[in-house]
């Protein structure tokens, strides 16, 4: 995405903070709603039909299949050959919380039958502690599509975009593979092929938001843990789960990058946790790593003038 000097966007726009218009700042005066995904953890059951799928769709290699030691995880990341990764974090609840109705959460979730639509609604009551009082907290994590994307703005080929939806594609034969965009994302999600070098990631099943159906993850979803459409109504359903899980008694349940205020300037891809964020591996506090790239270029050149300065004082003074 090309800049102007001041750090914004042709369109106006800054480098970090709410961005109501993205389409518009982009430069598609008609384009669609920004669409993205809603991940509901609370009726995650851990099946990974979200990752064959997205494998089978995308043409995407097979990442190891490997025991990793880390329950049935056999991924442990997003990278490039894993666009979606189920992670599943085992943990002890202490003793004396096994009944507690805040630990709950698939009989809590049950119990909200007209809270949400879809199928989560059918899903009967599951207790989540296991032997020895263990609980399984299971996410599918995804690319970010984040308004204020880092990975775009470091890109020197043009070869990651915003999409007329708002999402963000890396087009492959524009990698040259520098591999800049990998450490300028917040959440570390795109990564380079070792074969070839180039980036790959989420594209948000592109070619299928062209003729109008959802991306093939969403699709194979058997709990509606992964939901698709409109961002601003997915938003809107996401406050209204939350609201119910805590009526419920699942006071720990919390959105994660949904709020336009946030470091990226809000998520098109967000989240609804059962815990803190770095217990999922998520960063707490995302801040798009060029937010400060002005005020650098700014003190940079400051820098650089002083240093001419010093330079011409002293020349000066050696011909007295």
Known sequence: ????????????????????????????????????????????????ACEVACKEWNAIPEDGLELT??????????????WRHVAFIE???????????????FAAA?????????????????????PAGMRWLMSSDVCKHCTHAACLDVCPTGALFHTEFGTVVVQEDICNGCGYCVPACPYGVIDQRPDDGRAWKCTLCY??????????????????????????????????????????????ARLYGEDPENGVGGDGAF?????????YGLPPDPVVTTRDLPDMWRHAALAAATLGALVAAGFAGSRR
């Open 110 to 130: 049950a119990r909200l039958g007209t809270d949400s639509p879809g199928p989560r609604d059918a899903l009967p009551p599951v207790a989540p502690e296991g």
């Open 69 to 82: 030691g880390m329950s049935y995880d056999n991924t442990r990341r997003l990278g490039a050959d894993t």
């Open 207 to 252: 070619d299928r938001l062209g003729v109008g159906t959802e991306p093939a993850c969403a699709k194979a979803c058997p709990t509606d843990s992964i939901q698709f459409g409109p961002l601003d109504e997915l938003r809107e359903r996401a406050a209204t789960r939350v609201a119910g899980l805590h009526a419920a008694g699942v006071s720990d």
């Open 1 to 48: 995405m090309v800049r102007d000097d001041d750090g914004t966007r042709p369109g106006g726009d800054l480098l970090s903070g709410p961005e109501p218009d993205l389409a518009a700042a982009d430069g598609y005066p008609d384009a669609p709603p920004r669409v993205g995904f809603f991940t509901d953890t609370s009726v995650c059951i851990g099946c990974k």
């Open 91 to 105: 943990q002890r609840v202490p003793a004396g919380r096994e009944s507690a109705g805040d630990d709950d959460v």
């Open 271 to 279: 989240f609804l946790l059962l815990d803190e964020p770095e217990v």
